[in-house]
């Protein structure tokens, strides 16, 4: 029997026993005011006043629930699937899946098939189980594998490795910073770099960086507050002469060591 045939048998079951039990108490309502030989108004009241519906116990809501995701087109059940088996990071059978997402695998041939061809799903035979395009497990592992691009690769090809890269990764392209790595930099682009003008406020720096849609290492309107908070000045200083790199310069792009042939000795 269908699902939904079901539902509409317990439904009716469920009208005919409120039926019965409606009538089971306006007659015992009716028989205690017929034996009252001068009924007071309060009883009056409460012999005029209908019993509280009963209320039934049931799955109805969980039920149909179900019986909508069944009935969703196959796309939709497999992104759910693939959402949970990515959320997890755990391996499902089919009635496993079938009890924690209430998405029938055995049942459905079209999900059964789409599930164990899909490139983000890993099938043994036995489980499904979700398969990121790098199988990473830590940072160690990340590490090790972005040496592997000197030319950078997109972070968008790591998100789903594991559940805290995110926290690994902070830029759109991850590029190693390893002095064993050798990157050739044109003279054209080592000509343009140390052409480059920044402004002299941080905070014009960081506008920079946001409207081409990279998100600043530093906060200098949150540090300025904390420090007028502690009494300490925040004004600008003077502008001064601008200094060249120098060794002790903290370089964020030291994975180009050809920018920066030219340093001071100081």
């Known amino acids: 029997m269908a699902l939904q045939e079901k539902l509409d048998r317990f439904k009716k079951q469920q009208e005919k026993c409120q039926e019965t039990l409606s009538n089971i108490a306006a ?21 005029a006043r209908s019993s509280p519906p009963v209320k039934f116990s049931n799955d109805t809501e969980r039920l149909q629930h179900i019986n909508s995701i069944r009935k969703s087109p196959v796309g939709a059940q497999i992104k759910r699937v693939i959402d949970r088996l990515l959320e997890t990071r755990q391996a499902f059978t089919p009635e496993e899946i079938n009890r924690d997402c209430y998405v029938d695998v055995n049942a459905n041939k079209a999900v059964f098939d789409s599930l164990r061809n899909n490139p983000k799903v890993h099938y043994d035979g036995k489980r499904f189980s979700y398969k990121s395009k790098h199988d990473l497990k830590d940072k160690s592992q990340l590490l090790v594998l972005v040496r ?10 790591l998100k789903d490795s594991y559940p805290t890269v995110m926290e690994d990764l902070q830029e759109d392209i991850a590029y190693p910073n390893d002095p064993r790595v050798p990157i050739k930099a044109d003279d054209d682009l080592k000509l343009l770099f140390r052409d480059i003008a920044l402004p002299s406020d941080m905070l014009d720096i960081e506008k920079d960086l946001q409207k081409n849609g990279m998100k600043p290492a530093t906060n200098t309107q949150k540090r300025r507050a904390a420090a007028q908070i502690q009494g300490i000045s925040s004004k600008n200083k003077p ?28």
């Open 148 to 157: 592997k691009f000197p030319e950078g690769i997109a972070v968008i090809d």
């Open 239 to 266: 502008k001064k002469k601008k200094h060249e790199i120098s060794k002790r310069t903290k370089l964020t792009n030291a994975h180009l060591p050809e920018l920066f042939q030219k340093l001071n000795g100081s």
């Open 27 to 47: 007659k015992s309502g009716a028989s205690r005011a017929t034996t009252t030989s001068r009924p007071t108004p309060a009883a009056a009241s409460t012999a």
